[in-house]
C-alpha cells in the first residue's frame, strides 16, 4: 500500500498556482506540481550561489560589498525577480 499522491505529482494550492506570471505559467504548464516548482526555485539558487562563491573566491565580492543594501536588494532580485 502506497502513500497517495506520489512523490513530484502534488499539484500546487490554487493560491499558489495563482501567484505564478504568466512566464511561470508558460513553463509549468496548466497544472504546475509541487516539485517542479521546488526544483526551478534550486535552480536558481544553486545558479546564483555559485555565481556569488566565484565572485568571493576571486576577490570581487568582499564583505563590505555584501552587508550593503544595495547587495541584499540585487539579490533579491535575482532570486525572485519582479
Excluded: C, W
Excluded at 18 to 26: C, I, K, V
Excluded at 29 to 56: C, F, H, R, T
Excluded at 70 to 79: C, G, I, P, S, W
Amino acid at each position: 500500500m502506497g502513500v497517495e499522491p506520489g512523490y513530484g505529482e502534488t499539484s500546487l494550492d490554487p493560491e499558489e498556482a495563482d501567484a505564478l506570471t504568466p512566464q511561470a505559467r508558460e513553463i509549468f504548464g496548466d497544472e504546475p506540481k509541487k516539485i517542479d516548482l521546488y526544483e526551478a526555485e534550486q535552480a536558481i539558487n544553486d545558479e546564483i550561489s555559485i555565481a556569488l562563491l566565484d565572485d568571493i573566491a576571486d576577490g570581487r565580492l568582499v564583505l563590505a560589498d555584501i552587508l550593503t543594501d544595495a547587495f541584499l536588494r540585487d539579490l533579491h532580485q535575482k532570486l525572485y525577480g519582479d
